[in-house]
């Protein structure tokens, strides 16, 4: 069955940076489109960022645009988030999902705090 494993996340102090990755399994990682969501604290879950199966096309949310950066790995079948100059708004759980499936991870924890 299709399996989302992230991890990377942690607390850390505004201005610092946080490198995510998702290991995806049970799907034919290397042709789908792959996207991080987080959702913050009583809110909405939300996406953050998307890249195509052959990453060279990348979406992300206003929020983030100049922060993060979204890449892939489909030899690792991995994603990964680069979370740079990180605000106490980006604190959330994160996630990462292929739209192909139902299927999401347990998430990792960032928290953003001074």
């Known amino acids: 069955q299709v399996q989302l494993v992230e991890s990377g996340g942690g607390l850390v102090q505004p201005g610092e940076s946080l490198s995510l990755s998702c290991v995806g399994s049970?799907?034919?990682?290397?042709?789908?489109?792959m996207s991080w969501y987080r959702q913050p604290p009583g809110k909405e879950r939300e996406m953050v960022a998307g890249i195509s199966s052959s990453g060279e096309t990348i979406t992300y949310a206003d929020a983030v645009k100049g922060r993060f950066t979204i890449s892939r790995d489909n030899a690792r079948k991995t994603v990964y988030l680069q979370m740079n100059n990180l605000k106490p708004e980006d604190t959330a759980v994160y996630y990462c999902?292929?739209?192909?499936?139902?299927?999401w991870g347990q998430g990792t924890q960032v928290t953003v705090s001074s």
């Open positions: 049970g799907f034919i990682f290397s042709t789908r489109v």
């Open positions: 999902k292929t739209p192909y499936y139902d299927s």
